[in-house]
């Protein structure tokens, strides 16, 4: 080979470590290349925190962006919704929520597995607020496909499906959330069967896995990506702990706020009275394998 042969090669992989760069690292953020939303579970008790909750993420949507909500399962205490006439839409979801005029992108919890899942499936014709329209979907906003899953029932259908989902998604972050946590220091703790099913298909692949359950604010690392959110200080808070994993824990109520550009997710709690009590940065992964 002469060396104008032996140049192209060459020449090839810079271009495309340069392209590559740039798609994670150098270019301006747009509107349509960035989107933000808060995320929160645990929330349908109807009560005087569910609307302090409420009335906190209404204020700060006003001053920060806020796309949507993901709605993190347990909609509806004690045991879900008998039909889409229930009283608890409104007492519980929609009276309560009056005032976030959002998107709820909503997963099934455990309580709402007590109730008629259909409902709430089908809730989703008769509302422009509720958004179920499976019990699990996938949808993109921005840089971002988030897969909303059903961790109650998470059999081997659906842990095909998600993993057939990730591996076909061109988005550049990906985010997972359902209800229950994978890794927690909450009252609820780790889930055994989620790490055996689940966590081989998020590992390294997902870049966060968002859930309530336990209900608490935390944020947790382990072993690199996906990065671990449980947001359910909502309702009825519990006390929560710190461990290894741990980055920040609360049982204040609160919720998270995700912003998310090509470049980097900025990821925020902040409680009811508007206070920011934590943030991280992440930067986005890049792949230059040519």
């Avoid at 998470?154 to 209800?179: I, M, N, P, R, T």
């Avoid at 081989?200 to 944020?219: K, V």
């Amino acid at each position: 080979m002469n060396e104008i042969g032996k140049e192209v090669p060459l020449l090839r992989f810079c271009l495309i470590l340069v392209f590559a760069t740039l798609s994670c690292s150098h270019l301006p953020p747009t509107a349509e290349s960035q989107t933000s939303f808060v995320a929160f579970g645990d929330a349908g008790f109807g009560n005087k925190n569910q609307k302090t909750l409420a009335l906190g993420v209404s204020s700060f949507c006003q001053k920060e962006r806020c796309d949507f909500v993901a709605l993190l399962g347990d909609n509806f205490y004690p045991s879900g919704v008998k039909s889409t006439s229930d009283p608890k839409w409104q007492s519980h979801f929609e009276e309560p929520f009056s005032q976030i005029d959002l998107p709820f992108y909503a997963v099934l919890g455990n309580h709402d597995y007590g109730g008629s899942i259909e409902s709430q499936i089908d809730y989703t014709a008769k509302s422009t607020k509720w958004k179920m329209p499976q019990r699990y979907y996938s949808f993109i906003r921005g840089p971002v496909e988030f897969f909303a899953i059903d961790t109650q029932n998470f059999d081997l259908k659906q842990a095909q499906w998600l993993d057939e989902k990730l591996k076909a998604s061109s988005s550049q972050w990906k985010c997972v959330y359902g209800h229950h946590p994978i890794f927690s220091y909450g009252t609820h703790g780790d889930s055994t069967q989620l790490k055996t099913l689940l966590l081989p298909i998020l590992r390294n692949r997902a870049d966060f896995y968002l859930t309530g359950h336990d209900h608490d604010l935390q944020y947790l690392v382990d072993k690199g990506r996906p990065h671990f959110i449980v947001s359910g200080a909502t309702g009825h808070p519990r006390e929560s702990k710190k461990g290894t994993r741990s980055l920040y824990a609360s049982h204040r109520i609160g919720f998270a706020h995700f912003q998310f550009t090509q470049n980097k997710a900025v990821v925020r709690f902040v409680e009811s009275t508007g206070k920011e009590v934590f943030e991280k940065i992440v930067q986005a992964s890049c792949n230059t394998t040519p």
